[in-house]
T-cell receptor, first 111, second 113 residues
């Protein structure tokens, strides 16, 4: 079965420091990867998807099929980036119409 | 615009009691509907999803069940709650055929005592 692993439960950095939230997945076929974010007192929402190859709020993520990873990166963290981040996977070549989420990483950006 | 409503926001229930959590979506037709559970240290676990009325896919064997009596209504139920059913339950919807983006409700905090 497909699986998404986020090894860090908590990542604490200072404002202005680089951030990398790790995500690894297990699936040998064609996956689609996403990052979701939940800010304090807000709903869980989509941050970015790998097929878009876009930068959202300064965050980027590159799908590395060789390493089966989809790490989320930002060169300079801001305090407003503090939130819970979830990596999610969709298996393209099955009829399963749902996302598989990782366990999440809480990012704390300290002033 | 589309909105999703989930209630109640918090619930405290004794062990062995029944459960019914309701979720409704407005502003869209034939959405994909999902129930997730967010347990401490375990992230988001998919419980059920539905691609149409009466069509329910179960992801994990458990004490819970789901039903979709109407196009935009999704209900999570249990006949007898267990302590291990405590957690944060999230309902979500997605556009027909598009499983890439899920729109989440505010969630229900269930505590079984």
């Amino acid at each position: 079965a497909q699986r998404v692993t986020q090894p860090e439960k908590l990542l604490s950095v200072f404002k202005g420091a680089p951030v990398e939230l790790k995500c690894n997945y297990s699936y040998s076929g064609s996956p689609e990867l996403f990052w979701y974010v939940q800010y304090s007192r807000q709903r869980l929402q989509l941050l970015l998807r790998h097929i878009s190859r876009e930068s959202i709020k300064g965050f980027t993520a590159d799908l590395n099929k060789g390493e089966t990873s989809f790490h989320l990166k930002k060169p300079f963290a801001q305090e407003e980036d503090s939130a819970m981040y979830y990596c999610a996977l969709r298996i393209v070549d099955t009829g399963r119409r749902a996302l598989t989420f990782g366990s999440g990483t809480r990012l704390q950006v300290q002033p | 615009s589309q909105t999703i409503h989930q209630w109640p926001a918090t619930l405290v229930q004794p062990v062995g009691s029944p459960l019914s959590l309701e979720c409704t979506v407005e502003g869209t037709s034939n959405p994909n509907l999902y129930w997730y559970r967010q347990a401490a240290g375990r992230g988001l676990q998919l419980l059920f999803y539905s691609v149409g009325i009466g069509q329910i896919s179960s992801e994990v064997p458990q004490n819970l069940s789901a039903s979709r009596p109407q196009d935009r209504q999704f209900i999570l139920s249990s006949k007898k709650l267990l302590l291990s059913d405590s957690g944060f339950y999230l309902c979500a919807w997605g556009r027909t055929g598009d499983v890439t983006e899920a729109f989440f409700g505010q969630g229900t905090r269930l505590t079984v005592v």
